[in-house]
């Protein structure tokens, strides 16, 4: 089965998370909601980079990935297709890698501006704290 209409995908290049990451979230969340299914066929790597004007390599790494996570099966000159669900623990495995990602963007970004380890690492437990408030207080 191919897939009849094309990929959406949605960038944010402000946001600090890798766009490659970016990316594979979005297509694997495609894969897990049920928007992308087993067997669809994806835009091989330079017409993606083109719809989305990336690098080609940042959506080869991308494809890269989610191959090496069994989410998608590239094929020498027929394509890449959705593979089967994945496991949990290669979902999992892909979010903790987001996560990392996004620790390594804020901590080097807080560092680059002079913050020292002590208060970075108070921010985060404040803002842990906080939000936790905010959603105790809207589901009452």
Known sequence: MILQKPLTLHLDFRSGLPIYIQIMNQI???VLGGTLK???QLPTVRALASDLRVNFNTVARAYRMLDEARIISTQQGRGTYITEIPPPEVTERL???TL???ARKYIGEALRL???KKEISQMVRDQLKAWQG???SDSE
């Open 28 to 30: 694997e969340s495609q």
């Open 134 to 136: 905010s959603q105790t």
């Open 38 to 40: 087993p067997g669809d």
């Open 114 to 116: 002079e913050f020292s």
């Open 100 to 102: 990392e990602a996004l």
């Open 95 to 97: 979010r903790q890698e």
